[in-house]
């Protein structure tokens, strides 16, 4: 018996989760349809929601889209739903919420209704089966839209926002008497990637079918260095087209011996952004042909030394030969004296003007290899300009 207890428990709540989920689409939808100023759909997707959940919440939102389809189309049955539903909110809601709001506007349509001969409705309301199918349309971070009463004040329309059933365009959050079979819905929208699904409409029923419209993503060309290297908010990107999200991104440029170019970009769904992005030299590279242009002239002139030095050791030998022989006049002795200093002299200024020409040279070449400056130590600061947005970016080197 317990047993029996505790699933009669478990089915009941999968049953209300099941229905508070249908009401909860049905309630996005009619809040949504609200916002776009299509108040019949509205009432029909809240009308929808209240079966599904009857909370006071719904059939006051209900009772706003009734009151706003009245006030464009006068037929007698929106006011008497109107009128209606605004009283099943008043009966579970006394303080609090809207009651005001509901208590002025039920007033008012009871007013409308006398001044409009409209009766109340004495008969008991005979409910049609349809077989009905419609899209709902949300966006990424919609999903979880609260059970809340909707004012008077309608919000902002997704733009260029179209449904279709079949290839055949219908007004979105709408539901449309169909076929019961199964059909083709698809949505799209200005700056959003279309989406479509197949349902099955099931004969008497009322189906909302929900599609989530994702974002194009902007396409960057960035027209820079070959062999540059390319990152998105410090993630390196391969190829120098780029998708990235709408919104605020930093883009970062960096190649060997080539001053870091950076900035910060604000772009929108679908949109196509072509930047030039030229770079300048660094400061060292800038520097290496000044440093291998003096490794060249040292190099040259220890070259000139040595052959200078070689040939004061070529005299000097011949001169060391004479002196071997003897009988030497005394000037001999002297130009072999000086032949060697000056042997000496000049084997030091090769060893010198070489060792310095290594060094500029290897100086030169580690100003090449190394000379990988850093995204990392950019800054920036606003840039305002006609037609355009970003940052400027300044730093050492």
């Not at 309630?27 to 108040?39: D, K, L, V």
């Not at 005001?100 to 005979?126: C, F, H, V």
């Not at 005394?330 to 200024?349: C, E, G, M």
């Not at 060893?351 to 850093?374: N, Q």
Request: charged residues 20%.
């Amino acid at each position: 018996m317990k047993r029996l207890a505790l699933l009669v428990l478990l089915a009941s709540a999968v049953a209300q989760a099941d229905d508070r989920a249908t009401a909860e689409r049905y309630f996005r939808a009619g809040s949504q349809a609200y916002s776009a100023q299509n108040f019949s759909a509205a009432a029909a997707d809240f009308d929808e929601a209240f079966k599904a959940m009857p909370l006071p919440e719904i059939a006051f939102s209900a009772a706003q889209a009734y009151r706003r389809l009245y006030r464009v189309d006068a037929k007698p049955e929106y006011a008497r739903r109107c009128v209606e539903l605004y009283k099943l909110y008043l009966d579970r809601v006394k303080t609090g919420g809207r009651v005001g709001d509901a208590a002025d506007s039920l007033g008012e349509m009871e007013r409308e209704m006398e001044r409009a001969n409209i009766k109340p409705s004495t008969a008991a309301t005979t409910t049609v089966e349809h077989t009905r199918l419609g899209v709902s349309i949300t966006l990424p971070g919609q999903g979880d839209t609260a059970l809340r009463e909707v004012g008077d004040s309608t919000g902002e329309v997704t733009k260029g926002l179209h449904a279709t059933l079949d290839g055949k365009p219908i007004e979105p959050f709408a539901l449309v008497d169909v076929d019961p079979r199964e059909h083709v819905v698809g949505v799209s929208a200005a700056g959003y990637l279309p989406a479509e699904k197949k349902a099955i409409a099931i004969a008497g029923q009322s189906q909302l079918i929900e599609l989530e419209l994702r974002p194009r993503p902007a396409t960057i060309a960035v027209h820079t260095e070959a062999d540059a290297v390319i990152a998105i908010d410090g993630r390196p990107t391969p190829g120098s087209s780029l998708e990235i999200g709408a919104g605020k991104h930093l883009l970062a440029i960096t190649h060997r011996g080539r001053e870091p170019f950076a900035r910060e970009l604000v772009v929108q769904r679908g949109q196509l952004l072509v930047l030039d992005a030229p770079l300048r030299s660094t400061s060292r590279r800038k520097a290496v042909p000044w440093v291998l242009g003096s490794a060249s002239v040292l190099a040259a002139g220890a070259l000139t030394t040595s052959i200078v030095a070689l040939v004061r050791d070529h005299s000097a030998s011949n001169l060391q030969r004479s002196l071997a022989m003897g009988d030497q006049p005394a000037h001999v002795a002297d130009d072999y004296d000086h032949a060697v200093t000056s042997r000496d002299h000049f084997v030091t200024a090769t060893w010198i003007l070489g060792g310095a020409a290594v060094a500029a040279a290897a100086t030169g070449l580690a100003l090449y290899l190394f000379d990988e400056p850093s995204a990392e130590s950019v800054r920036f600061a606003p840039l305002v300009a006609p037609g355009a947005g970003g940052a400027v970016m300044t730093g050492q080197f």
